[in-house]
């Protein structure tokens, strides 16, 4: 099998992981509250968007579009996650703050980029911000010693979920548009990494959502 | 040099996007294992906190124990013996009616047992309740303490109020005058001390009570160390009553002869 086949075979079962985590969501709908509402919600997006794409890639039609908005979507969502996990522990409106800058940064980048490219501006700040986050609550859960277990708290799994798939992906979103015009990915495994970090990211949030339910 | 330079980005892509996974898993490992190694280390000082207030409830006890076993010996040896003489002077009385002068003797000691039956009483109940104390609150208490030891000629009590009553509760007034007078024991018992300066003030959130004494001092940690002993039973009542008054106490050490001790007590719940 060359590189080629390869790729188009992974390809078509990349859609398989969003869809899984969707299913369990839905199986622990009940027992999903409170600041893990957004994830879920985020994970139906995921679902629609990965659907929409199919749909488009059959048709031929440019999907980037999706990709900007659902990568909207995805930052006011995941933000409202970490807002929601603080709240409780000290005031974290500040949080919110940081969604209409976000939005200014993804508004240049269709400026720049426009709609034919890859919005790597608007991913990569994205990422920066998330895993900052992500890094934030790792600090606050050590250092103040909130959860006996942390293994058994679904916000871990999601948190990490986060982390490692944003950090993967940072380069890679940085520099998606040289990527692309090089094409660099056409002939390479290099766009592998993506999907296999989606895997992780979609795998840790379903063992999160799971473990909603033995909370 | 255009080339070259996909084939570069290719390679920081790679190997960036490796390294920040690399770096990841250990930030992800790290907290796992800090937080493991962190909760053991709490779980430790619960169960060392457990510990040391078991000891403190249990000195609490033990020292009531004595002070019943001292009260009951107290009305055993001078009360009890006194009423004995008394029913005897009683039975004497009834035996030889005809003898005058005999029964005004007996009469007569009669009633001096009974006026020393009675401050024996007094002297118990006082112990066990002070009645100042009780009418009149704190300050009052402890200038009736300063009173009670100074006349006893042991030691020499100043006493410096600063202020005229204290917002403490009748619980919190009776641990710490019960502190303060074990403190005023310990002095006269170890310190070997001829002067003790007792130093009441108090903000609208703070008492501090100030003993100084011209005697042999002990710091903080060694306080602590001597309460972990098993002869330690003053001490161990002394950190147990200031834990009921979420007191703070301090030893401190001046000098050769010039101490401190340096109790703080919060007056808002």
Not at chain 1, 34 to 43: K, N
Not at chain 1, 95 to 124: E, H, Q, R, W
Request: charged residues 15%.
């Amino acid at each position: 099998m060359d590189i080629g086949t390869f790729n188009n075979y992974v390809e078509n079962i990349s859609y398989l992981p969003s869809t899984i985590t969707f299913i369990v969501g839905l199986m622990c709908n009940k027992s999903i509250k409170g600041y893990f509402v957004p994830i879920l919600i985020l994970v139906s997006a995921s679902f629609i968007s990965d659907i929409l794409c199919f749909i488009c890639l059959k048709s031929s039609i440019n999907i980037l579009v999706i990709y900007r908005f659902y990568t909207l979507v995805e930052f006011i969502l995941i933000s409202f996650f970490y807002y929601l996990f603080f709240k409780k522990y000290f005031k974290s409106g500040y949080l919110l703050l940081v969604i209409p800058v976000f939005l200014f940064i993804a508004f240049s980048d269709y400026k720049i980029n426009g709609l034919m490219n890859m919005d790597n501006l608007s991913t990569s700040v994205e990422s920066v911000l998330l895993i900052l986050y992500a890094l934030f609550l790792f600090l606050f859960v050590m250092r103040k010693l909130i959860v006996d277990n942390i293994l058994s708290e679904p916000f871990f799994w999601i948190n990490s979920g986060i982390l490692f798939y944003f950090s993967g992906n940072l380069l890679i979103y940085a520099f998606s548009n040289y990527l692309i015009a090089f094409r660099i990915y056409d002939n390479s495994a290099l766009w592998l990494i993506p999907v296999c970090l989606n895997i992780i990211y979609n795998l840790f949030f379903s063992i999160g959502f799971w473990k909603t339910r033995t909370r | 040099m255009e080339n070259k330079n996909p084939i570069d980005v290719f390679s920081l892509v790679v190997i960036g996007t490796m390294g920040m996974l690399i770096l990841v898993s250990f930030i992800v490992l790290f907290v796992l294992l800090y937080q493991k190694r962190m909760l053991a280390n709490k779980a430790t000082i619960k169960e060392n906190d457990n510990i040391h207030q078991r000891k403190l409830l249990d000195a609490s006890i033990e020292v009531a124990e004595q002070e019943r076993k001292r009260i009951a010996a107290n009305i055993h040896d001078d009360i009890g013996m006194m009423l004995n003489v008394l029913k005897l002077n009683l039975t004497k009385i009834k035996r030889n009616r005809s003898d005058e002068k005999l029964v005004e003797t007996l009469l007569t000691d009669s009633n001096l047992l009974i006026e020393d039956t009675v401050a024996a009483i007094r002297v118990i109940s006082n112990d066990l309740m002070p009645p100042t104390l009780v009418k009149f609150g704190f300050t009052k208490g402890i200038t009736e303490l300063c009173k009670q030891v100074n006349g006893s000629g042991l030691i020499n009590i100043n006493l410096l109020l600063h202020v005229e009553s204290i917002p403490l509760g009748k619980k919190n007034e009776l641990q710490l005058y019960r502190l303060i007078k074990e403190l005023i024991n310990n002095i006269i018992k170890h310190a070997e001390a001829s002067i003790i300066e007792l130093s009441i003030n108090a903000t609208s959130e703070l008492l501090t009570i100030t003993l100084s004494h011209n005697g042999k001092g002990i710091t903080t940690e060694t306080m602590l160390i001597l309460a972990e002993s098993s002869d330690g039973l003053g001490l161990k009542s002394i950190l147990s009553r200031a834990q009921l008054t979420n007191s703070v106490i301090q030893y401190i050490v001046l000098g050769n002869r010039d101490s401190k001790i340096i109790i703080e007590t919060p007056l808002i719940e």
